[in-house]
């Protein structure tokens, strides 16, 4: 892929310095971050209508936080704290395959239990960062808690793409019987539909989707974009399919608009807070034209 990454870059530098693209695709880590976003966008808003759906958005943040901790075990046993994507993505699914096996062996909320979970990992993580500080500058866990999508490299953008394409192959055949099991189990099981399976693929999904986009949009603001454009493309959406296309187009343009505005008119903002700004200023847009146009007050899911 990194052929391909060259030849992408090399054209588009090239178009931009003839004039035919904007000046300001002329730098590879903007293309990078754009290549991203292209990504992110349609993936985390059609997954991000399944968390409003199940109401998971808690569970999200939790695999999100986790991450931190799966960095630091992967310091301690050596891997490369710019990228470490086995250990990340091990402590993770584990995190959350055990925590969904957990709910649904005990009466406790969801919300609770994952509370639970989530102080228990931000302990471990908390704890083993002092272990970690002596190997790296603890600063460098800055961009996992809150992303930088302009200092992508090739193996962040490969990371990015086998996920998307193993919830391209595994999310889409079953779409529909997830989001079935997410509105009304018990007519999913009438219907023969093995709803505990499906909720672990689901939760597998989510975790392997949020770690890949951790060190872009960052652990504390992944969960952000996979809530604020769903509830923004709820506010005008009338059908199933008009909130999924909604939420993967506000998303996508979250991602364009906190890339590109911030070097625009020179705004000092990381680009993942930037990203979840544009992505909560479609959410007040979208609520004020649900209550003040007449078309869109019965839009509901």
Known sequence: MSTFYTWMRETIIALSEAGTL??????????????????????????GTMIV?????????????????GVAIGVLIGESYTAPYVSMFSFCIVFGIVLNYTKSRTRMS??????????????IGASLVLFVSARVNTHILESVMFGSILTVNDLDMNVLLVVTVITVIVGLPLY???????????LAQVRGIQVQAIEYVFIALVTIITVACVKIIGAVLVEALLLIPAAAARNLSRGLGSFVYNTMIIATLSCFGGILIPMQWDI?????????????AFFLVTTLVRNL????????I
């Open 176 to 186: 529909n019987r997830m989001l079935l099991a997410s509105l009304n189990a018990s």
């Open 110 to 123: 969801s919300d609770a239990l994952i509370g639970v979970f989530l102080s228990i990992s931000l302990a």
């Open 53 to 69: 759906a199940k109401r998971m958005a808690f569970f999200s943040q939790a695999v999100g936080n986790a991450a931190l901790t």
């Open 293 to 300: 146009v007449p078309g869109f007050k019965e839009a509901k």
């Open 22 to 47: 904007p000046s300001i695709l002329y730098y590879e880590f903007v293309i990078n971050a754009l290549f991203c976003a292209i990504i992110i966008g349609p993936l985390l808003g059609c997954v």
């Open 268 to 280: 000092p903002v990381p680009s993942g807070g930037a990203i979840v700004l544009v992505a909560a």
